[in-house]
T-cell receptor, first 114, second 111 residues
Framework: GALVYQYPRRTICKSGTSMRMECQAV??????VAWYRQSPQKTFELIAL?????????EQNFTQEKFPISHPNLSFSSMTVLNAYLEDRGLYLC??????????FGPGTRLLVL | QQKVQQSPESLIVPEGGMASLNCTSS?????YFWWYRQHSGKSPKMLM?????GEKEEGRFTVHLNKASLHTSLHIRDSQPSDSALYLC???????????FGKGTSLVVHP
């Protein structure tokens, strides 16, 4: 079956440092990957949409300089949170689109910033 | 940009009762809805997805979709205290592969 894995599931970083998270599609080819952040206030915000062979589109309030994304092939995407601060804490979710327009979501990476 | 509205914001039902949650998209081309359940401190887990008009049932959970009204609803029968959680709806506009999440409905099932 089709699954989306995210790694790590939980991570802690010091304020001002960076951390990288990964999203792996298994059992299907992810033609696009959407990255979200769920804040402590519970709202899911779309950070960016990454489509293979196209430019990555960032939503308002999110930039490539802060959240660089790599999507090198149809099964893998990674995103880095650069210079993480308290406001960056939350659950980061990736959603991968497969063939026939199906969409699969990973379990998320929970980021704590000290 | 698509908006996804969920109602009510919070809901309390007695154990064994029926919980009904609503979700509406602002995108007239919406073609896919997902329902997620998120227990406190945990990652959301997908309950059901629906993209065809009509009804879909899995165990105690039933999802309805009416594309004409851009509306989906989730119904939980015989609610259990373990169903207490945040229920999130996500919708995707046709041709726009960016699922958008609503703010969720907080469900409490009291014994």
């Amino acid at each position: 079956g089709a699954l989306v894995y995210q790694y790590p599931r939980r991570t802690i970083c010091k304020s001002g440092t960076s951390m990288r998270m990964e999203c792996q599609a298994v059992g299907f080819q992810a033609t696009s990957v959407a990255w979200y952040r769920q804040s402590p206030q519970k709202t899911f915000e779309l950070i960016a949409l990454s489509t293979v062979n196209s430019a990555i589109k960032y939503e308002q309030n999110f930039t490539q300089e802060k959240f660089p994304i790599s999507h090198p092939n149809l099964s893998f995407s990674s995103m880095t949170v650069l210079n993480a601060y308290l406001e960056d804490r939350g659950l980061y979710l990736c959603g991968a689109r497969g063939q026939q327009d199906t969409q699969y979501f990973g379990p998320g990476t929970r980021l704590l910033v000290l | 940009q698509q908006k996804v509205q969920q109602s009510p914001e919070s809901l309390i039902v007695p154990e064994g009762g029926m919980a009904s949650l609503n979700c509406t998209s602002s995108d007239r081309n919406v073609d896919y809805f997902w329902w997620y359940r998120q227990h406190s401190g945990k990652s959301p887990k997908m309950l059901m997805s629906i993209f065809s008009n009509g009804e879909k049932e899995e165990g105690r959970f039933t999802v309805h979709l009416n594309k004409a009204s851009l509306h989906t609803s989730l119904h939980i029968r015989d609610s259990q205290p373990s169903d207490s959680a945040l229920y999130l709806c996500a919708a995707r506009g046709g041709g726009n592969y960016k699922p958008t999440f609503g703010k969720g409905t907080s469900l409490v099932v009291h014994p």
